[in-house]
């Protein structure tokens, strides 16, 4: 058995557990929604939004701020938790497991808990709007996405030193990436002065790339984007994983 297996077999089957609460699938797409009712069926179809009506556009950022949400807090939290309280990762750390195996794992339960999450916001979507479509750039973002912020998530469950600080880093970067990299309208209707900053967040680039009917220069440059991100914050992840082990 590969070693990272046991580490994704622990967190598949605690959220397998967790799926039987209703409360949890509440949970996971309540916001979501929220903002598609208050945002998608406020607006309508009144509102044109890139060659689009508003909730078409919406729905794509609604699953890419969803996956981003899930991958990173399940792992951020749940990693703190195991770190800190529970003690359950001085287990991994002192098994005979690689540390890369113990990222692998973590991050792979941290892509499924983020892709379970979107695809209850994709199927409201597809009973909501009639333009809603699934496109292969749409997976292979959905895929991407999850993977860049579990991985992140594994970076704060390493570096808080209590549980209430995985609440000021999500404060701090997950939310205002959630309202200002371009979910609820263009990054283009961003003020010249916050572009930078926008542009340089994750999410922003992930909203330009999942709306994508086909690949332009736009998007091969969002998709590289992505690609570093994601990389950068693995590999920083495995090697705040090896310090710890040492």
């Not at 009144?46 to 556009?57: C, I, R």
């Amino acid at each position: 058995m590969s070693g990272w297996y046991p580490v994704f077999l622990k967190e598949i089957l605690l959220f397998r557990k967790r799926l039987l609460r209703l409360g949890y699938l509440f949970s996971a797409m309540v916001v979501p929604v929220i903002y598609l009712v208050t945002f998608g069926l406020g607006l309508g179809r009144g509102v044109q939004v890139q060659g689009t009506d508003y909730l078409t556009f919406l729905i794509p950022g609604l699953v890419a701020m969803s996956s981003m949400n899930n991958s990173y807090t399940w792992v951020a939290s749940a990693l703190n938790l195991n770190r800190l309280y529970f003690k359950t990762f001085q287990v991994f750390v002192q098994a005979p497991i690689r540390p890369i195996s113990i990222i692998a794992g973590e991050v792979l339960a941290g892509i499924i808990k983020g892709l379970f999450a979107s695809s209850l916001i994709i199927a409201v979507g597809f009973i909501a709007s009639a333009s809603f479509s699934i496109t292969p750039i749409l997976i292979m973002t959905l895929l991407l996405n999850c993977f860049l912020f579990a991985s992140m998530g594994i970076i704060t469950g390493m570096i808080t030193k209590s549980h209430e600080d995985t609440a000021t880093y999500s404060n701090f970067f997950i939310i205002p990436m959630a309202f200002f990299s371009g979910t609820f309208f263009p990054v283009e209707k961003v003020p010249a002065a916050l572009k930078a900053v926008v542009y340089f967040l994750p999410l922003t680039h992930t909203n330009i790339l999942i709306r994508k009917a086909e690949m332009d220069a736009q998007g091969w440059f969002s998709l590289f984007i992505l690609t570093v991100f994601a990389l950068s914050f693995f590999l920083y992840g495995l090697r705040l994983i090896k310090n710890y082990s040492e």
